[in-house]
């Protein structure tokens, strides 16, 4: 940003990094050739994004446990289903909570958010579910996270295995039974939706 400002001689020096679009608020998409099965077919929502790495939650992986068999505090507020989504493959004990506020509403003024982008905040699990629940439009626990060390996300993406596309509120709330993935893509236009059509080919070329 700062060398706009100063207009484009910097940009003569400086390649722009491939992780340059990355930012809280943005999806990381699952090329169709992503075969880690930790990754494959995954929506990820960046929460953090700075020089020293990058964490996010996968936002389509529900499991089958009931957030109120481990937050009984939050379980009945999550949107369905109300189990736990798998966040990623990163200290799977720890849970986190994003929330979408209402319309009007905004994370600076509400005690336990953090915001992240837009309506999209972090929830703090210890704050009391019934001062927070009116602000919000949704919430949804999730457990671990996926990170990325210093330039490992910026490898990643040079090799193609993730599309960097701009978030919408809803996808923090997406159910199981839409296929978040395809709908990410589908939504970008032409080429970029035709890979929602991918078969998913198990064999690489």
Same mark, same amino acid.
């Given at each position: 940003?700062?060398?706009?400002? !100063?207009? !484009? %001689? %910097?940009?003569? !020096?400086?390649?722009?990094?491939?992780?340059?679009?990355? %930012?809280?608020? /943005? &999806? #990381?998409?699952?090329?169709? *050739?992503?075969?880690?099965?930790?990754?494959?077919? *995954?929506?990820?929502?960046?929460?953090?994004?700075? %020089?020293?790495?990058? #964490?996010?939650?996968?936002?389509?992986?529900? $499991?089958?446990?009931?957030?109120?068999?481990? @937050?009984? *505090?939050?379980?009945? !507020?999550?949107?369905?289903?109300?189990?736990?989504?798998?966040?990623?493959?990163?200290?799977?004990? /720890?849970? #986190?909570?994003?929330?979408? #506020?209402?319309?009007?509403?905004?994370?600076?003024?509400?005690?336990? &958010?953090?915001?992240?982008? =837009?309506?999209?905040?972090?929830?703090? +699990?210890? $704050?009391?579910?019934?001062?927070?629940?009116?602000?919000?439009?949704?919430?949804?626990?999730?457990?671990?996270?996926? =990170?990325?060390?210093?330039?490992? @996300?910026?490898?990643?993406?040079?090799?193609?295995?993730? &599309?960097?596309?701009?978030? +919408?509120?809803?996808?923090? +709330?997406?159910?199981?039974?839409?296929? &978040?993935?395809?709908?990410?893509?589908?939504?970008? =236009?032409?080429? *970029?939706? @035709?890979?929602?059509?991918?078969?998913?080919? +198990?064999?690489?070329?």
């Amino acid at each position: 940003m700062r060398g706009a400002e !100063h207009g !484009h %001689e %910097e940009c003569d !020096h400086y390649p722009v990094p491939p992780d340059a679009e990355v %930012e809280p608020g /943005t &999806l #990381l998409v699952a090329a169709p *050739t992503m075969f880690d099965p930790n990754f494959r077919r *995954t929506v990820v929502f960046v929460i953090d994004h700075r %020089e020293e790495g990058t #964490l996010g939650v996968v936002l389509n992986r529900p $499991s089958d446990v009931p957030v109120d068999d481990v @937050l009984p *505090t939050w379980g009945h !507020h999550v949107v369905e289903p109300q189990a736990v989504f798998v966040g990623g493959p990163v200290e799977k004990k /720890t849970a #986190l909570c994003l929330a979408a #506020l209402r319309v009007g509403e905004n994370a600076a003024g509400v005690p336990g &958010l953090i915001g992240v982008r =837009g309506p999209v905040a972090l929830v703090d +699990l210890d $704050s009391d579910p019934d001062v927070l629940v009116p602000k919000v439009r949704g919430l949804r626990v999730f457990a671990g996270y996926a =990170g990325w060390d210093a330039g490992q @996300l910026a490898g990643e993406i040079t090799r193609g295995d993730w &599309l960097i596309v701009p978030a +919408l509120p809803s996808d923090v +709330l997406a159910g199981p039974d839409h296929d &978040l993935w395809g709908q990410v893509l589908r939504r970008q =236009g032409v080429p *970029t939706a @035709l890979l929602a059509t991918h078969p998913g080919d +198990l064999q690489r070329n």
